[in-house]
């Protein structure tokens, strides 16, 4: 029981450190060299961790190294457009003008039913209306509807705005100070203090969530009472 | 530029290095258990029984001192098989029965060279 235990702490952490340095795209979209190595890394690490007769090694082994080559092909991808191409493969463009590119959807093995799904999920109920609709290499379609079809700015209409909307830094989460964004708002402790007795609290404890953004507006949230 | 790929190539350089190193270890040891096996079955043709007992436990012990190192890298019930062999032609040899020692010690070597060969780059090994 013990050695499943640890085992299977070794490989779900050694997993974790490689998708962490895989990189954020990993967990979200997968490009198909990205799929193959999630695949594989899941199937090598629940062998050793069931079957007590093979050695760890046999499952980490095999997991360092796709993880050392799958970081040697992201770097030389980063380096060279060729092998990029060669690679993770080019995006592809399946509507151009209003216009089903026919080709590139038997090319794909991208049916009618497919295309039309995601341009619903994007809101367009005409192939007409899109510009250009592009398959990624991550398997998601990108669509560009036609500038008339283009919900309208604020730009366009010559409505002038206030201000651009800045990021809230969160000062306490949950009960807990965060003492470095404090700092980098540019705030102490006393005015701090002087917050939280406005809104007649004494301690951060208290308080589920305060934010404070560039243009000095406070977002205050006391904590429930449990 | 070369930086970028330090990690990832030191990683590789370190498991093919790791991987080289056990391939020559377990060569090295294996070839000299399985000489010291083969003078033990000769010795057991001449029915030489402490000559073939002295073989077997020197061999034995050799083994045993390696295990930790062989279960790191090598399926465990290959070893358990090894280790069951040795038991057995141990037995048989304390008992002199020359035909059942013989086999014993023949399937021995033969899971010796079972776990020799399966480290070895071989084209065989890799299909």
Redesign the interface.
């Known amino acids: 029981m013990i050695v499943a235990f640890t085992r299977t702490l070794i490989l779900y952490f050694l997993i974790m450190v490689g998708m962490r340095l895989m990189g954020k795209r990993q967990i979200g979209e997968l490009e198909p060299s990205e799929l193959v190595l999630t695949m594989m890394i899941s199937d090598l690490a629940t062998v050793p961790m069931q079957d007590?007769?093979?050695?760890?090694?046999?499952g980490v082994?095999p997991i360092?190294?796709l993880?050392?080559?799958s970081?040697?092909l992201s770097?030389l991808s980063?380096?060279s457009l060729r092998f990029r191409k060669l690679i993770c493969g080019v995006p592809t463009v399946l509507i151009r003008e209003g216009v089903v590119q026919q080709k590139a959807m038997r090319e794909n093995r991208y049916t009618l039913d497919e295309l039309l799904e995601q341009l619903r999920g994007a809101g367009i109920s005409s192939i007409a209306d899109v510009q250009y609709a592009i398959l990624e290499n991550s398997g998601q379609l990108s669509v560009l509807p036609r500038a008339s079809r283009q919900p309208l700015t604020p730009e366009q209409m010559g409505v002038p705005l206030r201000q651009e909307e800045t990021l809230p830094i969160v000062l306490i989460n949950d009960g807990r100070l965060l003492a470095r964004n404090l700092e980098a708002c540019g705030k102490d402790s006393s005015w701090l203090q002087a917050v939280l007795h406005s809104r007649h609290v004494s301690s951060p404890r208290e308080v589920f969530l305060l934010t404070l953004d560039e243009l000095g507006q406070l977002n205050f949230i006391p904590k429930e009472d449990e | 530029m070369m930086k970028a790929y330090l990690p990832a190539l030191s990683t590789l350089t370190l498991i093919l290095l790791l991987s080289l190193w056990v391939e020559h270890q377990m060569d090295r040891d294996a070839q000299l258990w399985q000489a010291e096996l083969h003078t033990a079955q000769e010795e057991c043709m001449q029915e030489a029984w402490p000559d073939v007992r002295a073989h077997l436990d020197h061999v034995h012990q050799s083994w045993t001192a390696q295990e930790r190192f062989l279960r790191v890298f090598y399926p465990h019930n290959i070893l358990d098989e090894a280790n069951t062999l040795f038991a057995q032609a141990k037995v048989f040899a304390d008992i002199e029965a020359q035909s059942e020692a013989l086999s014993q010690l023949s399937a021995l070597q033969e899971q010796l060279h079972t776990l020799r060969d399966m480290e070895r780059l071989t084209l065989e090994n890799i299909l």
């Open positions: 007590f007769g093979i050695p760890l090694l046999a082994i360092l190294t993880l050392s080559v970081l040697l770097q980063l380096r």
